[in-house]
């Protein structure tokens, strides 16, 4: 477990700049820093891209090796559940089956609309001009979920 505090920047910033394996754990008592937590996990690491990340935000990150003469090595024996919780378990759904056929079902019955009017616009209403931003602002998703969903590649948050 690796931990760090980064002096400058509000939590909330600092926490925009965090790979998924490392977490804001909040301030530090005095209220000077943003305390955060993590585990190197392959290249994600607190030496080599976390504390980089946010010196390009201007944003000075120290790592702890020691809190108040208590070696932080020693205190990880304790501290082995925090690498279980947050180890990644895989891709989320971003929706699901219901959805996916919702998004389906609407885009095939635009897509047919825009058939029916381009093959006879004068007997056909011109139809709502549905785009993969208008069905993932319905579903609150990325637009690349949306298109995924229709190439039939999957609805996976990246």
Not at 121 to 128: G, L, Q, R, T
């Amino acid at each position: 477990m690796r931990i760090a505090i980064a002096h400058t920047g509000k939590t909330k910033d600092v926490a925009q700049y965090l790979p998924n394996n490392f977490t804001v754990l909040g301030r530090t008592l005095d209220n000077s820093g943003t305390i955060i937590v993590g585990v190197d996990d392959h290249g994600w690491t607190l030496d080599q891209y976390v504390i980089p990340r946010l010196a390009s935000g201007m944003i000075h990150c120290e790592e702890v090796i020691e809190i108040n003469g208590l070696c932080i090595t020693q205190m990880e024996l304790n501290l082995q559940t925090y690498e279980k919780k947050y180890k990644k378990q895989g891709r989320k759904r971003a929706l699901t089956d219901e959805q996916v056929e919702d998004v389906r079902h609407a885009y095939k019955a635009n897509d047919l609309a825009w058939q029916q009017y381009r093959s006879n616009p004068s007997h056909h209403d011109k139809p709502f001009d549905l785009s993969c931003g208008d069905l993932a602002a319905r579903f609150r998703v990325s637009e690349g979920v949306i298109r995924d969903v229709i190439d039939r590649k999957g609805a996976y948050k990246s």
